[in-house]
């Protein structure tokens, strides 16, 4: 990388500021604060971004985008159809971004996947209202399940299946449009 190119890095993270939080001694609460973003940190954040999305890194900032709704709703459909998992997010709109999708491992009925969700890829171009991103987590599911680990031996049939889906533009992503989709595994035929 060219010096220019880390002086235009150093730019724009000046203008960027992401939250910090602090302990307060007196107190023994967090507070809330900002920072300006280092330059380091901001070519990582945006070529991580992209590098996980299967897209070339970035020599030089990219422009920040203006992010529309994410327009999936949170709807999940989740079933076995003759013993075959198919799973089917609800479209409110068609996507102009990519859509970034993310799944936890199936979890008993009752159970919060935490924050234990893994990347399944980008969301499929639409055919229709509803988007069928069953073989993405097919994909992820049979590394969970070589994993000997029992959190990822839960039986498919009335599992909890948890989606986040978000919107990235170019590295940047907008989490603040986080949609979260969850549905309970039904038998079907």
Same mark, same amino acid.
């Given at each position: 990388?060219?010096?220019?190119?880390?002086?235009?890095?150093? *730019?724009?993270?000046?203008? +960027?500021?992401?939250?910090?939080?602090? &302990? #307060? @001694?007196?107190?023994?609460?967090?507070? @809330?604060?900002?920072? @300006?973003?280092? =330059? &380091?940190?901001?070519?990582?954040?945006?070529?991580?971004?992209?590098?996980?999305?299967?897209?070339?890194?970035?020599?030089?900032? $990219? =422009?920040?985008?203006?992010?529309?709704?994410?327009?999936? *709703?949170?709807? +999940?459909? @989740? !079933? +076995? #159809?003759?013993?075959?998992?198919?799973? *089917?997010?609800?479209?409110?709109?068609?996507? #102009?971004?990519?859509?970034?999708?993310? /799944? !936890? =491992? %199936?979890?008993?009925? /009752?159970?919060?996947?935490?924050?234990?969700?893994?990347?399944?890829?980008? +969301? =499929? %171009? $639409? *055919? /229709?209202?509803?988007?069928?991103? !069953?073989?993405?987590?097919?994909?992820?599911?049979?590394?969970?399940?070589?994993?000997?680990?029992? &959190?990822? &031996?839960? $039986?498919?049939?009335?599992?909890?299946?948890?989606?986040?889906?978000? $919107?990235?533009?170019?590295?940047?992503?907008?989490?603040?449009?986080?949609?979260? !989709?969850?549905?309970?595994?039904?038998?079907?035929?």
């Amino acid at each position: 990388m060219e010096e220019w190119e880390r002086d235009e890095w150093r *730019k724009r993270a000046r203008q +960027l500021r992401i939250r910090v939080r602090r &302990q #307060v @001694a007196y107190a023994n609460q967090q507070k @809330a604060r900002t920072r @300006a973003l280092r =330059p &380091q940190e901001f070519y990582v954040k945006i070529n991580r971004v992209l590098g996980v999305c299967g897209y070339e890194r970035r020599r030089l900032p $990219p =422009p920040e985008p203006k992010f529309g709704p994410n327009p999936l *709703k949170p709807e +999940l459909e @989740a !079933s +076995l #159809v003759k013993g075959r998992l198919v799973l *089917k997010l609800v479209l409110r709109a068609t996507p #102009v971004n990519d859509i970034m999708v993310f /799944g !936890s =491992p %199936p979890r008993r009925p /009752g159970q919060d996947p935490g924050s234990n969700y893994a990347f399944l890829g980008l +969301l =499929p %171009p $639409p *055919k /229709g209202r509803k988007i069928n991103i !069953s073989g993405m987590y097919l994909r992820k599911l049979e590394e969970w399940r070589r994993i000997k680990n029992r &959190q990822h &031996q839960v $039986p498919l049939g009335g599992a909890r299946i948890c989606i986040r889906t978000w $919107p990235q533009v170019n590295g940047w992503e907008d989490k603040g449009a986080m949609t979260i !989709s969850h549905g309970l595994v039904r038998w079907v035929g």
